[in-house]
């Protein structure tokens, strides 16, 4: 698949993706993360979730005409939708939640080469992703090698690496 067939078919899911679904996102969220701590879990909800919505809304506004087109390996392509869908658990609001990492999770790695997580975002332990001379460094990136992890397809490297 071209970067730009990418882009399009992004572009026209979130022209579908509603108010509606962004409250759900958030109940999912929520939900989701019930047994963090809450000084914690409150700064990471609010981050993430605007983290998601600008990149939802850069992918509404971006132009195929703006990507050098480039191809994308669909076995990595099919392999992250695989590991997003890994997300279903029965919690009210993760339909929402997956159709939105559908949109934005790929943008993120194939098409802007941005972290999952936004820089400055505080893990436990109070650690954060940074970038540095256009390169992003995550505290948690070689600690989170599971079956449910996206980290894997994100474009940071571990802090080790700094």
């Known amino acids: 698949m071209k970067g730009r067939e990418l882009l399009k078919k992004l572009r026209e899911d979130a022209a579908k993706f509603s108010i509606h679904d962004l409250m759900n996102v958030r109940v999912f969220l929520e939900k989701d993360m019930q047994y963090l701590p809450k000084d914690y879990k409150e700064s990471y909800l609010k981050g993430q979730i605007m983290y998601f919505i600008n990149t939802l809304n850069e992918v509404r506004k971006k132009s195929e005409d703006e990507l050098e087109d480039f191809e994308i390996d669909e076995n990595i392509l099919n392999?992250?939708?695989?590991?997003?869908?890994?997300?279903?658990?029965?919690?009210?609001?993760?339909?929402?939640?997956?159709?939105?990492?559908?949109?934005?999770?790929?943008?993120?790695?194939?098409?802007?080469?941005?972290?999952?997580?936004?820089?400055?975002?505080?893990?436990?332990?109070?650690?954060?992703?940074?970038?540095?001379?256009?390169?992003?460094?995550?505290?948690?990136?070689?600690?989170q090698e599971n079956e449910y992890s996206l980290c894997e397809f994100c474009i940071c490297k571990g802090i080790e690496e700094l």
């Open 79 to 143: 392999k992250l939708y695989d590991r997003i869908n890994r997300f279903k658990c029965g919690i009210k609001g993760e339909d929402s939640f997956i159709k939105l990492s559908y949109i934005v999770v790929p943008y993120l790695i194939f098409i802007a080469k941005k972290p999952l997580h936004p820089v400055g975002i505080r893990f436990p332990g109070g650690k954060h992703i940074i970038e540095k001379n256009g390169t992003y460094y995550c505290p948690v990136k070689n600690r």
